[in-house]
């Protein structure tokens, strides 16, 4: 939570520098009622992708993804709205910045909550010389974890897992669906004789060391 609040710090702080130095009124910039609409917009899509089994990370991501949904989905309501109005042209074109706000506050959202693209777990934190290993050695780590009875799709989790992919972004990763993922991996483990996540994750630096 607090990477989170020092994240919207500043990406706030840096938007009033802009403000400042093109001399835009701050004030006319938020709005708390469309900041509202956004907020519930993005729970209300986010709706069909919570699962129990999903951690705070997979959660804020895709709260991040749908604030960025949500926020475009209301800026075009409220434009196509403007747009269709006969009334008032004279005060059009700051109406219609007025309401792109909404994809504004969509989109600081989604830079605060999305997460971050050199994620590792806690433990599974590679030094650089065994980090060149893995990369100079891909086809004797494919053909390590084919002998140990792995398929090819089966290969692909485990490297994603290695890298700290919870099953619902592996799901995204491979386009294919949780529950399959969930097979593929219970048949990784029953390969590899193991029962836990962690074990996978041991076994499987040892086999590329």
């Given at each position: 939570?607090?990477?989170?609040?020092?994240?919207l710090?500043?990406?706030?702080?840096?938007?009033?520098?802009?403000?400042?130095?093109?001399?835009?009124?701050?004030?006319?910039?938020?709005?708390?009622?469309l900041?509202?609409?956004?907020?519930?917009?993005?729970?209300?899509l986010?709706l069909?992708?919570?699962?129990?089994?999903?951690?705070?990370?997979?959660?804020?991501?895709?709260?991040?993804?749908?604030a960025?949904v949500?926020?475009?989905?209301?800026?075009?309501?409220?434009?196509f709205?403007?747009?269709?109005?006969?009334?008032?042209?004279?005060?059009?074109?700051?109406?219609?910045?007025?309401?792109c706000?909404?994809?504004?506050?969509?989109?600081?959202?989604?830079i605060?909550l999305?997460?971050?693209?050199?994620?590792?777990?806690?433990g599974d934190?590679?030094?650089?010389?065994?980090t060149?290993?893995?990369?100079l050695?891909?086809?004797?780590?494919?053909?390590k974890?084919?002998?140990?009875g792995?398929?090819?799709?089966?290969?692909?989790?485990?490297r994603?897992?290695?890298?700290?992919y919870?099953?619902?972004?592996?799901?995204?990763?491979?386009?294919?669906s949780?529950?399959?993922?969930k097979?593929?991996i219970?048949?990784?483990?029953?390969?590899?004789?193991?029962?836990?996540?962690?074990?996978?994750?041991?076994?499987?630096?040892?086999?590329?060391?």
């Amino acid at each position: 939570m607090k990477k989170l609040l020092i994240k919207l710090l500043v990406i706030l702080f840096y938007l009033f520098i802009l403000l400042y130095i093109t001399g835009f009124d701050l004030l006319l910039l938020f709005d708390v009622k469309l900041l509202t609409l956004t907020i519930i917009g993005t729970v209300i899509l986010s709706l069909p992708y919570y699962q129990k089994e999903l951690s705070n990370n997979d959660i804020l991501h895709i709260l991040g993804k749908n604030a960025l949904v949500a926020g475009y989905l209301e800026a075009f309501l409220f434009l196509f709205v403007r747009l269709n109005d006969t009334e008032g042209f004279s005060d059009l074109l700051p109406d219609i910045a007025l309401n792109c706000r909404p994809a504004l506050y969509g989109f600081i959202l989604f830079i605060t909550l999305r997460r971050d693209e050199n994620k590792q777990t806690t433990g599974d934190k590679l030094t650089e010389q065994e980090t060149s290993v893995i990369v100079l050695s891909m086809e004797e780590q494919d053909r390590k974890w084919r002998d140990m009875g792995l398929t090819m799709r089966e290969v692909e989790i485990a490297r994603l897992i290695r890298n700290g992919y919870s099953n619902h972004e592996i799901a995204e990763e491979l386009v294919i669906s949780e529950t399959t993922v969930k097979k593929h991996i219970s048949n990784i483990f029953g390969k590899l004789q193991i029962t836990k996540r962690e074990q996978m994750k041991v076994i499987i630096q040892k086999e590329i060391q």
